[in-house]
């Protein structure tokens, strides 16, 4: 079984790309994460499809899965509470370890202007990989040309830094990937160097870039560079950027 989570990070570009693999795949809710480290929220279903099922409620955190491909997936929809981000990436590698999942796959981004000048010239995704999964894994990420997250100075203003992983505005991938290394969990990171804005190109170049090596979906035809993939577009998306000007402003 693979555990897809979204990392609150800059543009909200993981959980944008959770919303289109859960839209897309039609996944079925099955569950809540229970925890006190996020802002309680409440809303409408996002992956309403007729006005019979646009009331039922939705938290924020919840559990999709689709047995099939044995795909599960875990949306975020809050922030979270100050100190609590930490106690929540142990209780969910925990809740990951207790479910025996082959995978676990952190969908993320990093802001665009701590490029170096090599990432600069380079593709915008960058992978990491804990140790458990490497061994499993690395041949066919290898074989797909990715390339893995670079180490940068610890401290960038001290020229003679020791050199480690950083993920600025990454929200809680750096804590999951050190927590997942540390407590031997399979876990990858897959993340999009960005800037905020209208974020949702990032989130389909993230969940296309993911569709690479999980073939979540096939390719309308056997070129995959043909066509875009057929991604669903939630319909909550709607209403991303709030609604439209009032008629009264004219």
């Not at 930490?86 to 676990?104: D, R, T």
Request: aromatic share 8%; net charge neutral; hydrophobic share 40%.
């Amino acid at each position: 079984m693979t555990d897809n989570v979204p990392a609150v990070s800059v543009g909200n570009v993981g959980q944008l790309a959770v919303d289109l693999i859960i839209s897309t795949l039609n996944m079925c809710k099955i569950g809540y994460f229970y925890t006190d480290c996020l802002v309680p929220m409440v809303g409408n279903n996002p992956y309403a499809t007729a006005e019979e099922n646009s009331a039922e409620l939705s938290t924020n955190a919840e559990v999709y899965s689709l047995p099939s491909k044995k795909l599960v997936a875990l949306q975020l929809r809050s922030i979270f509470i100050k100190y609590k981000s930490k106690p929540f990436c142990e209780k969910l590698l925990s809740w990951v370890k207790s479910s025996n999942c082959a995978k676990v796959i952190v969908l993320s981004s990093s802001h665009s202007y701590h490029r170096n000048d090599l990432q600069l010239r380079s593709t915008p995704f960058r992978y990491l990989l804990t140790p458990s999964l490497q061994k499993n894994v690395e041949s066919k990420i290898k074989s797909l040309n990715w390339e893995e997250m670079e180490k940068s100075p610890c401290i960038p203003e001290i020229s003679d830094s020791e050199f480690c992983v950083r993920v600025p505005g990454g929200g809680i991938t750096k804590t999951l990937y050190d927590e997942g290394c540390s407590k031997e969990i399979p876990l990858a990171v897959l993340l999009k160097f960005v800037s905020e804005g209208d974020n949702i190109p990032d989130a389909l170049g993230l969940v296309e870039h993911l569709n690479e090596w999980l073939q979540i979906i096939k390719p309308r035809c056997d070129d995959p560079t043909a066509s875009a993939l057929p991604w669903k577009i939630p319909s909550s998306w709607r209403l991303l950027f709030g609604s439209g000007l009032p008629p009264a402003l004219f």
